[in-house]
């Protein structure tokens, strides 16, 4: 029984398509993130949404589009992906907008690769 | 702006070894401060965390105090085994909307 669960695991695609990546949690959480880690495993928050209203948009470009159909649920979509585009992604989930005594819960992230 | 500073990895240790692991931050104001731990394959669990100055987090053998005078928050096991193989996160949070601004990771090697 996952937490926070992502799909796929893996996915490899040619630039210039365009791909989703989903995530699930079952924890009652009411907000969820998206974070992307690099290839140096540097980690950064992308998006934040708290009950399906976007909270945080780190300035990413307008290609990835998030969409949070449920508080259970915050899919990624990325338009014509770029060769930087490549890194794991990884989906969160948290009770309340990140206080201390709510800590981030983690998916076991998505490798994208794109060549 | 608010960053976060980890040791060079990878780190390498004999089993039942001292670990310490480095982590300074630059903050504007008071963040929480917390470690998170990747084990090979998998998202990142929360070790330990401290919300103000002086607090010690623990867990696992695992302890870290919030130092606001050096500005640090470094991490120590006093034996380490195997299993600990992993890569080791710090981060800092003001709890705005759940951003987490994490340091880029040390990875600790543990040999039998």
């Known amino acids: 029984d996952t937490a926070v669960s992502q799909t796929p695991k893996y996915l490899v695609t040619q630039m210039g398509n365009d791909k989703s990546i989903k995530c699930e949690q079952n924890?009652?959480?009411?907000?969820m993130y998206w974070y992307k880690q690099d290839s140096k495993k540097f980690l950064k928050i992308m998006f934040s949404?708290?009950?399906?209203?976007?909270?945080i948009n780190e300035t990413v470009p307008n290609r990835f589009s998030p969409k949070s159909p449920d508080k259970a649920h915050l899919n990624l979509h990325i338009n014509s992906l770029e060769l930087g585009d490549s890194a794991v992604y990884f989906c969160?989930?948290?009770?309340?907008?990140?206080?201390?005594?709510?800590?981030?819960?983690f998916g076991n992230g998505t490798r994208l690769t794109v060549t | 702006g608010d960053s976060v500073t980890q040791m060079e990895g990878p780190v390498t240790l004999s089993e039942e070894a001292f670990l310490t692991i480095n982590c300074t931050y630059t903050?504007?104001?008071?963040?929480?401060l917390f470690w998170y731990v990747q084990y090979p394959g998998e998202g990142l669990q929360l070790l330990l965390k401290?919300?103000?100055?002086?607090d010690k987090g623990s867990n696992k053998g695992f302890e870290a105090t919030y130092r606001k005078e050096t500005t640090s928050f470094h991490l120590e096991k006093g034996s380490v085994q195997v299993s600990d193989s992993a890569v080791y996160f710090c981060?800092?949070?003001?709890?705005?909307?759940?951003?987490?601004?994490f340091g880029q990771g040390t990875e600790l090697s543990v040999k039998p």
């Open positions: 969160a989930s948290s009770q309340g907008a990140g206080a201390p005594n709510s800590p981030l819960h």
């Open positions: 981060a800092l949070s003001y709890n705005q909307g759940g951003k987490l601004i």
């Open positions: 924890l009652g959480h009411d907000t």
């Open positions: 401290a919300t103000k100055a002086d």
């Open positions: 903050a504007t104001g008071y963040p929480s």
């Open positions: 949404y708290n009950n399906k209203e976007l909270i």
